[in-house]
């Protein structure tokens, strides 16, 4: 029996796609994106022992896809390996991790970058990956079901009949 991840796509083209050749699930930008990173004569005039602010633009890519993790599961999200050295960007919370509660209609997942360099990504470029597995709160039952599951699909459904969770750093900081 496989895991299932219920996936509502936001923005067509963008559903996450299961590969062959690995074990974790690719993730699309759902728009085109085009930063500007440090300079060279940026980075040199901020070389040195002393370290000031360097202006890297940021930016939060939308993936296009709103999910409803299996019950117990939580998502971890990493670039892709090549992602660096193809688009130039760095994640800023690498890994990421999306809990099971973030599983609204509107809660869009994300991939917050900083530019290391020029950047331009297509989209629907594969740029990110992620895969499930059990939480901290998962109970033994939780935990048993996905030690025993034959892996994960992708169930595309129209709607996710769950409350949204407001957003990336909703909860705030304290």
């Known amino acids: 029996m496989k895991q299932i991840i219920k996936v509502k796509v936001v923005v067509d083209g963008c559903a996450p796609t299961i590969s062959e050749d690995g074990d974790w699930i690719d993730l699309r930008s759902a728009i085109p994106v085009e ?19 360097l202006e890297f633009p940021y930016l939060n890519i939308p993936l296009g896809v709103a999910m409803k993790l299996p019950d117990g599961m939580e998502a971890v999200v990493a670039l892709r390996s090549s992602s660096n050295k193809k688009f130039h960007i760095l994640q800023v919370n690498a890994p990421g991790v999306i809990d099971q509660p ?3 209609p509107d809660d869009v997942w994300g991939l917050p970058i900083l530019a290391t360099g020029e950047v331009h990504i297509n989209q629907f470029d594969r740029i990110c990956q992620f895969k499930i597995q059990p939480s901290q709160k998962a109970t033994v039952w939780q935990k048993l079901k996905w030690l025993f599951s034959s892996g994960v699909k992708i169930e595309l459904v129209d709607d996710l009949d769950y409350p949204n969770r407001e957003g990336f750093g909703h909860s705030g900081v304290q």
Do not use: D, Q, W
């Open 102 to 104: 973030y599983c609204g």
């Open 35 to 53: 930063l500007n990173g440090p300079t060279a004569e940026m980075l040199k005039k901020h070389k040195g022992v002393r370290y000031r602010k």
